[in-house]
């Protein structure tokens, strides 16, 4: 009795799209995705803090 049917989801679907359009709901999906990707790109790189050597690391840490 509290879930949502399909003709919920239509009728919501159908409102979106024609509060928003559909370009502007793929130009979000879009910037969706390349958030994402950028976010797995930026885990997947090592820290540049990892790559200088150990003076220079100590060095900016005690500059603030």
Do not use: C, Y
Request: charged content about 25%; overall charge positive; cysteine-free.
């Amino acid at each position: 009795m509290g879930g949502l049917s399909i003709w919920h989801i239509l009728i919501i679907a159908v409102v979106l799209v024609l509060l928003f359009g559909r370009g502007k709901i793929s130009d979000i999906m879009g910037d969706t995705a390349k958030g994402i990707r950028e976010f797995r790109k930026g885990l997947s790189e090592p820290d540049e803090a990892a790559k200088r050597p150990p003076e220079q690391v100590n060095k900016d840490t005690t500059a603030h």
